[in-house]
């Protein structure tokens, strides 16, 4: 009887052990957003032209290359921060510079509002490194 049981708990537990791991793998983080996608909406937010929108593409590809490159790079950490901003601001500028004015205005109220909503997230999550409560 012992043995029987004994039996029977090795196989739920092995059953277990591989069930585990599909359902794990179906709960996985949702896949993320291809970059295109943002663009798109972008394109469609701003009422960009095809020309327009091949050109920020360019300058988005360019950005990112130098931000790869600059994540590769040795160094501090505050001086890498510097250089992120700095890569950005140059990012935007040159992308205000193809929008028109109506454009421009646009994208600097969807920046605010992103931005908005990236500093409620922060602020749900507390302040980075903090200890969790």
Do not use: N
Not at 15 to 27: C, K, L, N, S, Y
Not at 61 to 70: G, S, V
Not at 105 to 125: C, F, H
């Amino acid at each position: 009887m012992k043995s029987t049981r004994k039996y029977i708990l090795a196989v739920c537990a092995l059953a277990i052990g591989f069930a585990a791991p599909t359902i794990r793998a179906e709960d996985g983080p949702p896949p993320k957003k291809e970059h295109g996608e943002r663009g798109d909406k972008m394109k469609e937010a701003l009422g960009l032209t095809d020309a327009q929108d091949e050109q920020i593409k360019k300058i988005h590809a360019e950005e990112r290359e130098q931000l790869k490159a600059l994540k590769d790079k040795e160094g501090d950490q505050k001086e890498k921060r510097a250089e992120m901003r700095k890569i950005r601001e140059a990012t935007k500028t040159k992308v205000d510079a193809v929008l028109t004015p109506a454009q421009r205005e646009k994208a600097e109220k969807m920046r605010k509002e992103m931005k908005e909503r990236m500093d409620e997230k922060k602020g749900e999550k507390g302040p980075k490194g903090a200890p969790d409560a």
